[in-house]
């Protein structure tokens, strides 16, 4: 693969493949939700690990 266009084709077969894979499976890839964005998932998890070096009890399960 050293075209554009071929690689264009390539990533368009596979994206084929995929859908098709998630429709067999009985998953209509409209109806997922929409994936958290990375910086944002990110900040989350620093914030969580900030939290839980001021309150380690708070980690602790019910």
């Not at 554009?4 to 493949?17: D, F, L, M, P, Q």
């Not at 998630?22 to 900040?43: F, N, T, Y």
């Not at 989350?44 to 309150?55: D, G």
Request: glycine share 4%; no cysteine.
């Amino acid at each position: 693969m050293r075209t554009e266009g071929v690689i264009s084709r390539e990533h368009i077969t596979n994206n084929k493949a995929v859908r098709n894979t998630l429709i067999e499976r009985g998953i209509q890839p409209e109806a997922l939700s929409p994936a958290e964005d990375v910086k944002k998932v990110e900040r989350r998890l620093s914030s969580e690990n900030k939290k839980s070096l001021h309150s380690p009890e708070a980690l602790k399960t019910s």
